[in-house]
């Protein structure tokens, strides 16, 4: 099980520094930034931006790397609709709310922006929630731009997306060897936690870790690396970064138990205020708007 310090890094001392794998990712990370919109890419999946490029990893075997980015210029202003999620997000799974999404035009920027109406909690009637799912793999980041709205009432708390692995969540359903998801909550005061459902977790929620505090209106990246594990062995990968601030790492996460060999499938879209009770309801409509939505994977 896991102790309190390693739930919380910052005060544990096994920390360590990127594996040379790790490193060799990040790098190239940067390179598809600069490159993926502008050049041609070789394979490409989504009209927006794509690329995939082979480098050559530490060990020297090609090691390809899948990179997808959203920034809604393809999607007409408005409605989002279904027709461009599938089209684009090759989304297997459309759930709740997506008439409460829409591409607004921000001073010339399209950006996404999801609406979380007053009154409304859970995903049925806050927010939007789908899935954008890929090929399984063994390891992913994923990132986009977030501001919340000048105005928003935080109330107790509400979701954002993160990466998601092997069968869906049961929130509240307790640890899972199935499967895990690695989304980030806003709680009172604009208080930012990651929020990890995963199968060595010891409550009937997700772990909470400590990121920092958001202000309202202001633009942040948010962007998350997760490695699967060994089956069976404590030597997973979580990395989360707030603005390029990397605040959390751990390198020791039995993310799949003995015997099971799932991996990470998807984008968990989650988009809403709540918990499920009074305490998370908005005094106001609000929204939270998106952009540069990246995701990116290693194929073998
Ligand atoms: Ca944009």
Redo the contacts with the bound molecule.
Sequence with gaps: MLSRATKFPARTPRIRRFAPLALGLGVVLGAATLTGAAAAPSRVEVSEAGSAMTLASSTKSAVTLQADEY???AAPLGPLTSSYLTKNWSTASIGDGLSRASVVD?NG????RISLPKGAVGASSSGSTWRRTFPGTLEATSEYWVRFDPNFDWTKGGKLPGLQGGAKIDPGGGADPHSFSSRYMWNDGGKLTLYLYHSQMEGEYGDSYDLGTLKKGQGYVLKQRVKMNTPGVANGELEVWVDGVRKLIRTDMRWRPSGYSWNITSLYWSVFHGGNNAAYAPNRNNWIDF??VRVTRRES
């Design positions: 920034d809604f210029s921000d920027t399209p950006r996404l952009d540069r």
